[in-house]
């Protein structure tokens, strides 16, 4: 049994938490893990995963870069690809923007030759089954299905912190 709390303690330390807090106004334990793709020679591949766990709620919000400027409608979805890590079958979870957002515009290079997109921010609740969905699979893709579809590939160092954030945002 101490074998077993030892193991399990150590198994939770590897989790890295942006932070772990206790919410002021409603009391409730408030926890967030972020999980960051960042190529400064191209900016469209860009995405970062927050996993928030507040109070007995989960939410993920995906902030990423996007051509146009559109703003995101409640009800906006995403879709992450994943691989079953036990008999390697695709599973597509969508998931919904929980309210509406405006881009934020930003424009890159110079006055000769200059380059403008959205940066987007879309949260979305999740469950604990969609969260173990992620925890045990390998994500592949994340599909934005705004205005158009746009997809966001994910490599498989960034698959792995990934899995590693929905199982750890559920301890």
Avoid at 21 to 40: A, C, L, S
Avoid at 44 to 72: R, S
């Amino acid at each position: 049994m101490l074998f077993m709390c030892i193991a399990m303690q150590a198994y939770s330390q590897k989790c890295k938490f942006e932070y772990k807090k206790i919410d002021k106004f409603t009391g409730e334990y408030t926890q967030r893990i972020k999980v960051r793709n960042h190529n400064p020679f191209n900016v469209m591949a860009f995405w970062q995963f927050y996993f928030d766990k507040m109070g007995n709620n989960y939410e993920i919000t995906l902030i990423t870069t996007l051509t146009g400027q559109l703003p995101i409608q409640q009800g906006d979805s995403i879709i992450i690809k994943t691989v079953s890590d036990v008999d390697g079958t695709s599973h597509f979870l969508t998931l919904y923007a929980s309210q509406y957002s405006s881009p934020t515009r930003v424009a890159v290079g110079n006055s000769n030759q200059a380059f403008e997109y959205g940066e987007y921010t879309i949260k979305c609740a999740v469950t604990e089954e969609q969260l173990k969905l992620l925890a045990s699979s390998t994500a592949e893709v994340i599909r934005i299905a705004i205005n158009q579809n746009t997809d966001k590939e994910i490599s498989a160092a960034k698959a792995k912190e990934i899995k590693k954030a929905a199982d750890c945002i559920m301890q």
